[in-house]
């Protein structure tokens, strides 16, 4: 319910401020475990795929938004749950396939974090991961014109920002396939390789020709900081308790 009455709130704003544009609903999937990915850009990002998408979808989201007392709830109501970055989430990895084993979407960013130059940047391992664990289809999503900061918006600028939904795919191995770290990359590219199509060229960065793949792995983020990952412990962590994680390296 509460989820619905944010979606409806934020699609009034999203119409006062911006110029909206989604382009290829009907691929995606009106039933069944959906993993979304799209590339980076904006602040937006989770918004703007949460507002289009016809189905509820529950995000990662950095662990930091889940030690800000604001941000924090606002991410539990919309369904979000922390991802520790620069490390194996364990307790997020479970909480992934939670989701999709209950029959829901689940929205990733492959590249992990926003891109400053709006191209798109060498995904992580995270995203492969789970679907490959997983085996559900993948819907790819291009998000273009949405700006980086939140000035244009108070400005009443209007960007024109769409969002284009590619045909769904699966990962060329079955489902739970034991995959080694080459063969992990390999299959992330692969997922990247469909949010570019959907893109314009200048905007596809190291994915801008499948024939030349990228070969320099991302370098591993900051570890996290420890986050609440259900809203007890952030309620708990207001008054300074500290639970011990199971996802701490």
Wanted: glycine share 8%; no cysteine.
């Amino acid at each position: 319910m509460l989820y619905g009455f944010f979606n409806f709130v934020l699609r009034i704003l999203l119409a006062i401020l911006t110029r909206r544009e989604t382009v290829g609903l009907e691929n995606v999937p009106p039933t069944g475990a959906l993993i979304v990915i799209g590339n980076h850009t904006s602040f937006l990002d989770p918004v703007l795929l949460g507002v289009a998408m016809p189905r509820r979808t529950l995000f990662m989201s950095k662990a930091e938004n889940f030690r800000h007392p604001i941000m924090a709830p606002l991410a539990w109501l919309y369904g979000a749950f922390p991802v520790r970055r620069g490390m194996v989430d364990r307790r997020a990895l479970k909480r992934s396939h939670q989701v999709l084993e209950q029959g829901l979407v689940l929205a990733m960013f492959p590249e992990g974090h926003r891109s400053e130059t709006g191209q798109l940047q060498r995904a992580h391992l995270g995203t492969a991961l789970v679907a490959v664990r997983t085996g559900v289809p993948i819907v790819p999503l291009a998000i273009s014109g949405a700006v980086p900061k939140i000035w244009p918006l108070l400005r009443l600028q209007r960007p024109h920002i769409k969002l284009t939904f590619g045909q769904a795919f699966h990962l060329p191995v079955a489902a739970g396939s034991q995959v080694g770290k080459t063969q992990l990359w390999q299959l992330s590219d692969f997922m990247m390789y469909h949010i570019a199509e959907l893109l314009p060229p200048e905007s596809r960065g190291v994915y801008a020709d499948p024939d030349h793949p990228p070969t320099q792995e991302m370098p591993p983020d900051k570890i996290d900081e420890w986050a609440p990952a259900t809203p007890l412990e952030w309620w708990r962590s207001l008054f300074g308790w500290k639970g011990a994680s199971p996802t701490r390296p």
